[in-house]
């Protein structure tokens, strides 16, 4: 079974561009995640789906990021402009979606998307 | 205060070695903890679920302490291919919420 897919790999755009980050879930996961990590600081969330709908985006920084997740399959996540303090590793993670109270599923990781703004 | 509180390390011992690292949280509703394994450059993969009643992988045994909110993971006969950063992770009060991590501790393990 294939595991969560992240594209691209990597990408150093510069500052007032705009990047798109893409997810794709391991497939039937009905919660999707992404999360992000800045050097030196911890993974932190940014926004979670249930199905095509956000369940939970507190974590978002600010209006430039964008977050989709048209049919409930793939997401994307657009900066728009981006800026220095962007930079950082992005995670996308998913897991089964459970019922309130059940223990929590396995959430699995990509292998993140590598931002760079210079 | 953060969430997620764990020492940085690194930890640096030599192969057979037992290693032992704290974490502590703040948030007393948090439900389900975990530890996760993060080789340089790669994504997290979890390690091992922690359970109140401590639980046991092999090398691995991971103890929760609600009442002091403490979780400890130790690593028995260290073997070089230990060396990552080790994540310590808690959710919320539902199996379906994000995962709050901490900074994570990197463990070398060396000849």
């Known amino acids: 079974e294939a595991g969560v897919t992240q594209f691209p790999s990597h990408s150093v755009i510069e500052k007032g561009q705009t990047v798109t980050l893409r997810c794709d879930p391991i497939?039937?996961?009905?919660?999707l995640y992404w999360y992000r990590r800045v050097m030196g600081k911890e993974i932190k969330f940014l926004l979670h789906?249930?199905?095509?709908?956000?369940?939970?985006e507190s974590g978002m920084p600010n209006n430039r990021f964008l977050a989709e997740r048209t049919g409930g399959t793939y997401s994307t996540l657009k900066v728009q402009p981006a800026e220095l303090e962007d930079s950082g590793v992005y995670f996308c993670a998913s897991s089964n979606l459970i019922g309130t109270g059940a223990p929590q599923e396995t959430q699995y990781f990509g292998p993140g998307t590598r931002l760079l703004v210079l | 205060r953060k969430e997620v509180e764990q020492d940085p390390g690194p930890f640096n011992v030599p192969e057979g070695a037992t290693v032992a690292f704290n974490c502590t949280y703040s948030?007393?509703?948090?439900?389900?903890f975990f530890w996760y394994r993060q080789d340089c450059r790669k994504e997290p993969k979890l390690l091992m679920s922690?359970?109140?009643s401590g639980n046991e992988d092999g090398r691995f045994t991971a103890q929760l302490n609600r009442a002091s909110q403490y979780i400890s993971l130790l690593i028995r006969d260290s073997k070089l291919s230990d060396s990552a950063t080790y994540l310590c992770?808690?959710?919320?009060?539902?199996?379906?919420?994000?995962?709050?991590f901490g900074k994570g501790t990197r463990l070398s393990v060396i000849a």
């Open positions: 497939s039937g996961h009905d919660n």
């Open positions: 789906f249930v199905k095509e709908s956000k369940q939970d």
């Open positions: 992770v808690v959710n919320g009060n539902s199996g379906n919420t994000p995962l709050v």
């Open positions: 922690v359970y109140s």
């Open positions: 948030n007393s509703a948090s439900q389900s």
